[in-house]
């Protein structure tokens, strides 16, 4: 992990080294948090009426322009001779990372008769 937000195409990484840092209490406290705000505003778009478009992150990795064009699309912009851009910014997940989701997950769990991740 790099500590960093963001990073824009091409740019150097930072250096820096927070594998030891994991802690699993800050984690569960914004998975708590991020899960309560996501569940608020699907609350909102029911009681508005609202259907809307769900991006599921790993599949816009996988298909940026795509997905783009599907955003297009459900809002009714014709996209046909649109030129889509690359994306600006590099993925910064790496192996420290996915370890940390992994390792969460199991600590998470670990009295769980039934594990649902």
């Known amino acids: 992990m790099s ?5 824009q195409h091409g740019d150097k990484p930072q250096e820096s ?5 994991y802690n699993f209490d800050a984690i569960r406290h914004l998975y708590i948090e991020s899960s309560m705000r996501e569940a608020a505003l699907e609350d ?11 991006i599921v992150y790993e599949d816009f990795i ?6 783009v064009r599907k955003v297009l699309e459900f809002l009714n912009i014709p996209s046909a001779h649109v030129p889509i851009a690359p994306p600006s910014h590099d993925r910064l997940a790496d192996d420290v990372s996915e370890e940390w989701v ?7 769990q670990q009295d769980w008769k039934n594990r649902a991740w």
């Open 62 to 67: 996988l298909d940026y322009e795509g997905t």
């Open 44 to 54: 909102f778009f029911t009681e508005a009426g609202i259907v809307p478009l769900t």
């Open 17 to 21: 080294d927070l594998s030891d840092k």
């Open 3 to 7: 500590g960093e937000w963001h990073r």
């Open 102 to 108: 992994q390792r969460f997950r199991e600590e998470l």
